[in-house]
């Protein structure tokens, strides 16, 4: 029985370590096809579940699977002014899109360029002094700049495949083409966010940075102006990109006659293990081929308070500093390429939920600032085991913690609320049923930007409910969670200025 579909031969069990060239030819066999036949692996997904590793692959046919693209050489009217807020994935393919499509489109962002940020970054990390302009949460690339550059989602768009290619067309690696987990590393991202930048560029966009926006003018359901720097200016179009970090752009607003919502969110910890242990735990016996990439993991449960469960598993990863706000402490996970620390990390996440959109900005930053009191903003740590008892360590066990420049045992009753905190700890222990974790495994406190705690509603049109002319965007309105999710929505937005037809949600 063929097994071909939309010219796509899908769930080719195959032998680990065979070349994508190998894997056509035998896909292309079991279909009774001619080995001349023009086919590519579209994916490849590592099984270890089993005694034998296997990896499963999705071949197209190259003649019968169709890609989302675009016609560049159509005519549209690009004489719109836009303005894209934000230069994180969301605003950065929304820009591109718009550029390459004839738009002009001025981008702002108000942290600094790549190169510099990463600078002031490794600053912040070396002596604690932060920089409130230009940090993990800000500036050009966005907060996944500094992360694993995990490109994994649960949406199911076509846009994804071009995504894809464009990241691969900057500089990422061919891998993320057919990877079922594609990551591209902190450090080859920042060089793929400057060769997108310099293509915006030459097609006549503009990047201002260390430029934000201090307020809107909506007059009769209709955005007027925008104010940039305290700047008035007029654009046709504004593409609101900003992530979910920026608390005052969240502010100013819920000031403003738009649609905003409640919206769940999440607060946790990030939690450390040694990458070998999850290797084994992951792989069994076959832990030591030297063939195999760093294992990760994905654990989740539902309890009646929400859900517990584990987010942006950075294999060899460490975990970071991302603190963007003076008094305030926020960790995340990072990798590079070649995911070769000795610690994975992962997050640790419990769902919560506020009376209003206000409330739970509030209570994202009491965690955030309860964190850094504690110890003036060294990060508090504690150990797993130490976290079940309600106890405070007194050494590290095999595993040290990575994030910088220093952390220091604490009690994380002291930063999480009861609810919260209960739900952590009944979720880490089903997560011990299932997974052999070390019980000195590193937690570091907190985790509070996975998420946006609102959402910017918008109508069928994409556009802000109470305001025509916004295009509310990515993560930080609330519609993507994620690299790839955001640089989707992205495209869409880009598609309904322009007028791209049959554009959905």
């Not at 609101?240 to 919206?263: F, H, I, Q, R, W």
């Not at 003076?326 to 996440?349: H, K, P, Q, W």
């Amino acid at each position: 029985m063929s097994m071909i579909k939309n010219g796509l031969i899908r769930d080719v069990r195959l032998p680990y370590g065979l070349t994508n060239e190998e894997a056509v030819k035998q896909a292309l066999k079991k279909e009774g096809l001619p080995l001349s036949e023009k086919a590519f692996v579209l994916r490849r997904s590592l099984d270890a579940r089993r005694k034998e590793l296997s990896e499963v692959f999705t071949v197209a046919l190259s003649e019968q699977y169709k890609e989302y693209s675009y016609d560049f050489s159509s005519e549209v009217n690009n004489k719109k002014k836009v303005l894209v807020v934000g230069f994180g994935p969301a605003g950065m393919f929304a820009a591109y899109l718009l550029a390459k499509f004839g738009f002009c489109p001025t981008v702002i962002e108000r942290g600094r360029a790549v190169e510099q940020r990463v600078k002031d970054v490794e600053s912040f990390w070396k002596t604690g002094v932060l920089d409130p302009v230009s940090n993990v949460q800000f500036g050009e690339g966005g907060a996944g700049t500094f992360s694993d550059g995990k490109l994994t989602t649960r949406i199911n768009d076509e846009r994804c495949r071009f995504v894809l290619k464009t990241f691969h067309e900057f500089g990422a690696d061919e891998r993320i083409l057919w990877q079922a987990k594609p990551h591209i590393g902190t450090d080859v991202l920042r060089n793929v966010v400057i060769g997108m930048r310099e293509k915006i560029k030459s097609l006549g966009g503009e990047v201002l940075y260390e430029t934000k926006l201090t307020d809107l003018t909506v007059e009769n359901g209709t955005l007027k102006s925008v104010c940039l720097n305290s700047e008035q200016r007029y654009f046709d179009a504004v593409v609101l990109a900003t992530g979910n970090g920026a608390k005052d752009t969240y502010e100013l607003l819920l000031s403003k006659p738009l649609a905003v919502e409640n919206k769940a969110f999440s607060v946790g910890f990030r939690a450390e293990f040694l990458q070998t242990d999850i290797n084994r735990a992951v792989y069994g016996k076959s832990a030591s081929d030297p063939r195999l990439p760093p294992a990760d993991f994905q654990f989740f449960t539902h309890l009646p308070e929400g859900t517990v469960y584990t987010f942006c598993m950075c294999p060899g990863g460490y975990v970071v500093n991302s603190s963007s706000d003076e008094g305030c402490l926020v960790t995340n996970g990072m990798s590079y390429s070649d995911r070769d620390g000795v610690n994975a990390n992962a997050a640790f996440l419990a769902t919560v939920s506020a009376a209003n959109p206000k409330e739970a900005l509030e209570m994202r930053m009491s965690i955030e600032k309860a964190a850094y009191s504690r110890f003036n903003g060294s990060a508090p740590v504690t150990l797993v085991k130490n976290f079940l008892e309600g106890s405070v360590p007194s050494k590290f066990g095999k595993i040290q913690p990575t994030i910088l420049p220093d952390a220091k045992f604490d009690d994380f009753s002291k930063i999480f609320p009861y609810k919260t905190l209960s739900m952590l700890k009944k979720g880490i222990s089903e997560f011990g049923k299932k997974f052999h974790y070390d019980p000195n495994g590193v937690l570091t406190a907190p985790e509070t930007r996975t998420s946006a705690p609102m959402r910017i509603v918008r109508g069928d049109d994409f556009q802000a409910l109470g305001a025509s002319g916004l295009y509310p965007c990515g993560e930080g309105a609330g519609y993507a969670g994620g690299i790839m999710s955001s640089a989707v929505d992205g495209l869409r937005i880009a598609e309904a200025i322009i007028g791209i037809e049959n554009v959905k949600e």
